[in-house]
């Protein structure tokens, strides 16, 4: 299977005919823009055009047509689109004694689907916009929570500046009300397809449940978002939502010297309770992220670089309230540097990225990381990721906590990852 894979990856370096970039529709149906429209490079990753759209709470139109009326502006058709992922994963790690061939990753693992979801999305009123992702029988999310994330922002227009009130619920950390960088702070937001060279993937900001209301003001020069959430997922079944957590966001964006570029810092704080059915664990929910994006041209390509630092506080030995992101006793930070640059225009996209990060424990801790990728796209809808992810340092080690003893019923989880996946939307 290794053949194989490196065998289309020299196929895709040499073709050259592909149209452009990867997105979901369902927006494109609405403006009547072609995906790469707001996307730099290749979907999710937005440019310009792309986070004003978000900015105004999906609202924008373009040639679909309106149903309108006195208080009523809505697209006459309902705009939807449906996002695949089908993907070969293998380790190299070696599994118990008796595990099946491709009962792990170990073996070489095909996942069809990985991921199935229904996206709904747009102009609900003038003002108003609705986003919502709905998983697909086979491919809920723990809980057995149909819905996987949805938000329906209120925005308005004062002066020359944006306003807006977000209320939200998602699997995918505080800053999926409102989010523009493309530097996984909200996990599907991501520039690569691997999950854990993002810095906040580290400590888990990105993938914690979170239900909460986002206050937003945005000009072109950048935005400030303060949220009040809870680490609960109401479509999961939660019991109880108390508003009680913090995240406060501030980003400038500036175009400085034909860079577009998003600079940020994000700070989560505040006490709150996690909930499984009736039971509420208190938990801390401390963390801070900086963050910087650039997107420009080198050679008539497109080329955007990354880097992003994330830290949770630790968790005092005997301490009654456990921080969310860190339960263990020394900080846990990481930071990533990473690059994407467009080799043939809307067609072929190679990237790469380095991690150091530190697990907070006090031995066997560092867990740091390089990742090579190629982005093909056969068309703006659909596109064909090749992802090789090696991990090191002492947590990686034998007896760390990225890898098993045998006592823990297998040998090896591996230390690096390669996929192969089929993404395609419509």
């Known amino acids: 299977m290794k053949k194989i894979v490196l065998s289309l990856a020299s196929v ?43 900015a105004s709470g999906y609202t924008m139109m373009g040639s ?85 994330g949805f938000k329906l922002p209120f925005s308005f227009d004062v002066g020359g500046a944006q306003l807006g009130v977000i209320p939200f619920t998602a699997g995918a950390g505080p800053a999926f009300g409102f989010e523009l960088s493309s530097q996984s702070l909200t996990s599907a937001i991501r520039w690569s397809e691997d999950r854990v060279i993002q810095s906040a ?30 680490p609960n997922f109401t479509a999961s079944g939660a019991s109880s939502i108390q508003l009680r957590s913090n995240w406060l966001r501030i980003a400038a964006t500036p175009t400085v010297a034909d860079w577009n570029m998003h600079i940020g810092l994000g700070v989560a704080s505040g006490t709150n309770y996690t909930a499984t059915g009736t039971v509420f664990t208190q938990v801390d929910t401390k963390a801070t992220v900086l963050d910087f994006q650039g997107q420009t041209q080198l050679g008539g390509k497109d080329f955007s670089l990354y880097a992003n630092y994330a830290r949770a506080p630790g968790t005092a030995a005997g301490a009654l309230v456990a921080n969310l992101f860190n339960a263990n006793v020394n900080a846990q930070t990481a930071w990533v540097i990473g690059a994407d640059y467009s080799v043939i225009p809307n067609t ?33 809808n659909v596109a064909l990721h090749l992802v090789h992810t090696k991990h090191n340092g002492s947590s990686w080690d034998l007896g760390g906590v990225n890898r098993p003893t045998v006592s823990s019923g297998a040998l090896s989880g591996g230390d690096s990852l390669t996929t192969f996946m089929l993404e395609a939307a419509w």
């Open 12 to 54: 895709l370096a040499a073709t050259a005919f592909a149209p452009e970039a990867s997105a979901i529709p369902a927006f494109a149906r609405q403006t009547g823009m072609a995906c790469n429209a707001c996307h730099q490079q290749h979907f999710p990753v937005l440019n310009s055009f792309g986070m004003a759209f978000k």
């Open 64 to 148: 679909q047509g309106k149903i309108e009326a006195e208080h009523m502006s809505i697209p006459d058709t309902l705009n939807m689109s449906m996002l695949i992922k089908a993907r070969y994963q293998d380790t190299n790690g070696t599994d118990a004694v008796g595990t099946l061939s491709g009962q792990t990753t170990n073996g070489g693992q095909w996942q069809i689907p990985d991921e199935f979801a229904l996206f709904a999305g747009g102009r609900v009123a003038e003002n108003i916009g609705v986003f919502t992702e709905i998983n697909v029988a086979g491919t809920q999310t723990a809980g057995g929570a149909v819905v996987a």
């Open 201 to 230: 993937n580290q400590i888990g900001l990105n993938t914690v449940n979170a239900t909460g209301l986002a206050l937003v003001a945005r000009n072109d020069m950048g935005y400030i978002n303060f949220t009040r959430w809870s």
């Open 348 to 380: 072929l996209h190679i990237g790469g990225a380095i991690k150091r990060g530190d697990n907070g424990l006090v031995t066997l801790n560092k867990d740091n990381a390089i990742m090579v990728q190629g982005i093909y796209d056969l068309a703006q």
